[in-house]
C-alpha cells in the first residue's frame, strides 16, 4: 500500500511539473503540422488542454499580440472545439477586447466563429449579437454564421435589423441562412418579405434561385 502511495505522489508531481513546464513554444510545435485542423479537433488531444495549466498556454497563445496570426487562429479554434465555460469565458473576453485583433481585423471573425461551437445562452447571445454591428465584413459575416448554428430564436430581431443596414451580400446572405435555420414566425415571415419584394435578385441567385 505504501509502495502505491508512493508511486501516485510520483506520478503526480511528474503531471504536474510537465504541466506547469509547458509552454507556448511546446503549443507551437504541436500545432505546426499541416493536419492541425484534425489534430484539434481529436478529443485525447484536447483533453490535456482542460487542466488549468495547459488551458492558459492556450489563451495566451491566442491573446499573445507579436506571434504569427496564423498560430493564433488555431488557438482559437481550439477554445471553441474544447467547449468548456473556462474557454467560451476566454474567448468572449477577446470578442468584447478592442485591442485583440489589430493586428490582423480577421482575427476577431475567427473568434466569432469559435463562439458558435458553445451551447446557446443569453449571455452568448448579447455579446455575439454585436458583431453583426463590427466594421468588418469578415467579423458581421462569422457572426451571422454562428448565429446560425446556434439556432436563438431570440437572435431573429437583431439578424433581421442587421440585415436591413447590411450592404455586403455575403452578409446578407448568412443572415437569411441564419434566420431559415432559427426558423421563428418572424424570421420566416421576413424570409417570404425579402423573396416577394422584388429588391433582392441577386441575393436569391446567390442562394441557387430559391430561400
Known amino acids: 500500500m505504501k509502495k502505491i502511495l508512493i508511486m501516485c505522489c510520483i506520478l503526480y508531481s511528474f503531471l504536474i511539473s510537465s504541466a506547469y513546464g509547458y509552454t507556448i513554444n511546446d503549443l507551437l510545435k504541436e500545432l505546426d503540422i499541416p493536419n492541425w485542423r484534425e489534430k484539434i479537433t481529436d478529443p485525447h488531444f484536447l483533453n490535456q488542454f482542460k487542466v488549468p495549466e495547459k488551458f492558459s498556454v492556450v489563451v495566451s497563445l491566442a491573446d499573445a499580440r507579436g506571434y504569427d496570426w496564423r498560430y493564433r487562429i488555431r488557438a482559437i479554434r481550439m477554445l471553441g472545439h474544447l467547449k468548456t465555460p473556462q474557454a467560451e469565458d ?94 421563428t414566425h418572424d424570421a420566416i415571415s421576413f424570409i417570404k418579405a425579402v423573396v416577394s419584394d422584388g429588391n433582392h435578385r441577386e441575393l436569391i441567385d446567390a442562394l441557387g434561385g430559391s430561400i
Open 90 to 183: 476566454a474567448l468572449l473576453n477577446m470578442f468584447q477586447d478592442h485591442f485583440f485583433h489589430h493586428e490582423c481585423p480577421s482575427l476577431k471573425s475567427y473568434v466569432a466563429e469559435a463562439l458558435g461551437d458553445f451551447s446557446p445562452g443569453r449571455r452568448l447571445m448579447e455579446i455575439l449579437k454585436e458583431g453583426l454591428k463590427d466594421p468588418e465584413v469578415l467579423v458581421r459575416e462569422a457572426t451571422a454564421r454562428s448565429l446560425e448554428r446556434l439556432k436563438m430564436p431570440e437572435s431573429a430581431k437583431y439578424l433581421i435589423e442587421a440585415f436591413n443596414t447590411e450592404r455586403s451580400l455575403a452578409v446578407r446572405i448568412a443572415i437569411i441562412k441564419a434566420l431559415k435555420a432559427i426558423g
